[in-house]
């Protein structure tokens, strides 16, 4: 049976919420079911002291669940749109991500944020960030984004049971997206990448919903006699540079796609990895498709226009393979 | 806890010297460049931290601020291994990894300082929840000056601690100073107890610089808190001795505000209250004489404490040995 993003993610809180007393929901009416949907029914199944509405006050929430977790609660906090974030990061990043470290290992803090991120239908600037990036800088975080509905499944019960603080990224476009998800599965463990699909010529690096650009990339690509392959990242920190640079051995080119602005953004990171690392591998520069450095706009043709997707990532490939420019996609 | 006996009266006089003379171990070590960064004193608003502090169970969790030092030493945490911590030493608290700013010993319920203003307010109250959610009868204490009332997360963790009935006991230590700006530089509002009000918060405003006035006062609330009234919030009218940190020469007050610090002495002050109920003189000497021998043995040892392995400098970011194979 197919289940979309939106109700995988239920399930996967629900059997957390079922088999750990200390797994706690929370966030600004998630008892109602959250903005999305994702929580529906649980604080009926569960209780509204487990599955509890907050006011909008993301800076107390974060401290809150911050505090809960030294304490034996294990919280999962929804932070609506990550642009919300904003408004927790004195926290997460002055007092969450640093407790372990402060406190010399004597305290942890198992934490689970979940956010959503990403741009679709007109939800303009202030709803359609990818922030990541300003998240796998703060030493003590783990960041997730996953890309399909049976990975976001396994990662986010990987990371309830983690005991470390994780920021869950889910991307707004791919909670209609549907998939079978297969039963007793082992769960994926956090900080291993997988091969979204195989290939020789070109390693395309994404994760999130670019994960899904990158495939059809690569079938357009396939039709013109290139074989990409492609990483889902699926953790951005810890990242997986053994299954990264045991690709680009293979293929010898690197592609890496996020739809976060490209200034300073993930794919910066990988770059300066893959070119430090591997350079001896390289028969091309290492390239990075992502937004232009604009704000998300609210007009269909604007926000089409700013975007990156798979008509991006199949130029910037024939460009790594030298056929730059013979066609216009 | 039932009225304190004489006895206990003479354990917080010893306790107010512990805090006093430590940090003046702090401030003398400082200045001569042993100690790392810019250590903040709470030098002259010790009766707040022994007036609560010592009320407290073990379980009972406490968080404070950058001013924290007494906090600690009041919850009854190690001297050494506290003064270790801030010397940035290899057997202190935090191996050395938190400092003076951010003191936590777990064991001990002291469950962090902290360096944002404000930043530790929701903690305090997400851990009362923990105890709340599981049924236990602990309590969470935050520490505050009056300069975190200026923080939109003070007004959040208010609401929401009020909304859910939190066991949190909110002590703001209101010395008129946030840094460097008076009270009447940075609000209108000159009481901070002023602010429970529309919460529905339980308040009072306390001298705080009177020891039997706070331990009264804290009393009253952790009973109250106990029995599950929700949040308190005391506001302790105190007097910062010191300046804002070691090394402030404190131009922004007059030389008349800082004349009053001997009649404000929190220890002075206690000096006086056991005097009148037949403490002698000699006994009292004999009080600070002995925590003075106290503290200067547990620097003494600080001080010859390893420093840290600088080959240990990335153990803690995350739980080893999960990720200790994949870097960032």
């Known amino acids: 049976m197919q289940h979309t993003f939106i109700e995988i993610l239920r399930r996967a809180l629900d059997e957390e919420l079922a088999r750990d007393p200390a797994v706690h929901l929370l966030g600004e009416d998630v008892a109602a079911g959250g903005a999305f949907g994702v929580t529906r029914g649980l604080a009926q199944k569960h209780g509204s002291t487990r599955v509890r509405n907050t006011p909008i006050s993301e800076a107390a929430i974060t401290g809150l669940a911050t505090g809960a977790a030294l304490c034996g609660l294990k919280p999962v906090l929804e932070i609506m749109f990550i642009d919300f974030a904003t408004l927790s990061m004195d926290c997460l990043v002055n007092q969450t991500a640093k407790y372990r470290y402060m406190s010399g290992g004597q305290l942890a803090v198992p934490l689970v944020v979940r956010t959503q991120a990403g741009a679709a239908g007109g939800a303009a600037a202030q709803h359609s960030q990818s922030l990541e990036a300003w998240f796998i800088h703060v030493p003590g975080l783990i960041v997730v984004a996953p890309s399909t509905p049976a990975e976001a499944y396994g990662l986010l019960k990987s990371a309830i049971r983690l005991g470390e603080p994780v920021l869950f990224i889910e991307h707004k476009r791919l909670y209609t997206m549907k998939e079978e998800l297969a039963e007793g599965a082992e769960l994926p463990p956090i900080g291993r990448s997988r091969i979204a699909r195989a290939g020789t010529d070109v390693t395309v690096i994404a994760y999130s919903a670019m994960v899904q650009s990158a495939l059809e990339a690569a079938q357009k690509l396939a039709d013109a006699g290139i074989s990409a392959e492609v990483i889902d990242l699926r953790t951005l920190v810890p990242l997986d540079m053994a299954t990264i640079a045991a690709s680009v051995s293979k293929t010898h080119r690197a592609l890496i796609a996020h739809e976060a602005v490209r200034n300073g953004g993930v794919g910066a990171e990988i770059a300066a990895r893959i070119g430090a690392e591997l350079f001896d591998e390289l028969d091309a520069p290492v390239l990075r498709v992502g937004c232009g450095f604009a704000p998300i706009p609210f007009a269909p043709e604007l926000e089409r226009a700013l975007l990156p997707g798979s008509a991006d990532l199949v130029r910037a490939v024939r460009r790594i393979m030298g056929l730059a420019d013979k066609t216009r996609e | ?135 236990r009868q602990n309590i969470s204490v935050v520490f505050f000056g009056d300069g975190a009332t200026g923080a939109g997360a003070f007004h959040e963790t208010l609401n929401l601690a009020a909304l859910w009935r939190l066991p949190v006991l909110f002590v703001c230590e209101n010395n008129g100073y946030a840094e460097f700006t008076s009270r009447e530089e940075h609000s209108n509002v000159k009481q901070v107890s002023s602010f429970a009000a529309p919460y529905g918060i339980a308040t009072q405003t306390i001298d705080g610089n009177d020891l039997p006035t706070v331990f009264a006062a804290a009393r009253g609330a952790i009973e109250a808190l106990r029995r599950g009234a929700g949040p308190y919030l005391l506001e302790c009218m105190t007097f910062r001795m010191a300046g804002h940190y070691v090394g402030d020469a404190q131009q922004y007050r007059s030389k008349e505000e800082l004349a009053a610090v001997h009649e404000k002495c929190p220890i002075e002050r206690l000096k006086r209250y056991l005097v009148e109920r037949g403490v002698n003189q000699e006994e009292l000497d004999a009080i600070g004489d002995r925590t003075r021998n106290e503290v200067l043995r547990a620097v003494e040892r600080a001080l010859a404490a390893p420093r840290p392995d600088p080959a240990t400098v990335l153990e803690c970011v995350y739980r080893a040995p999960v990720f200790a194979a994949i870097p960032g």
């Open chain 2, 1 to 135: 806890m039932t009225e304190p006996t004489l006895a206990d009266w003479k354990a917080m006089y010893a306790a107010l010297w512990r805090i006093r003379l430590f940090e003046g171990q702090v401030q003398r070590l400082a200045a001569a460049g042993e100690i790392p960064g810019f250590p903040h004193l709470s030098t002259g608003q010790e009766a707040v931290a022994v007036g609560i502090c010592m009320q407290l169970a073990r379980e009972d969790v406490l968080f404070t601020s950058h001013r924290g030092h007494g906090h600690v030493l009041a919850k009854g945490s190690d001297i050494e291994a506290t003064f270790a911590e801030i010397l940035g030493r290899q057997n202190g608290l935090c191996r050395g990894r938190g400092g003076s700013m951010h003191l936590v010993d777990a064991a001990n319920g002291v469950l962090g300082a902290t360096g944002v203003v404000a930043g530790n307010l929701a903690l305090a109250a997400g851990a009362a929840w923990a105890a709340q959610a599981q049924g």
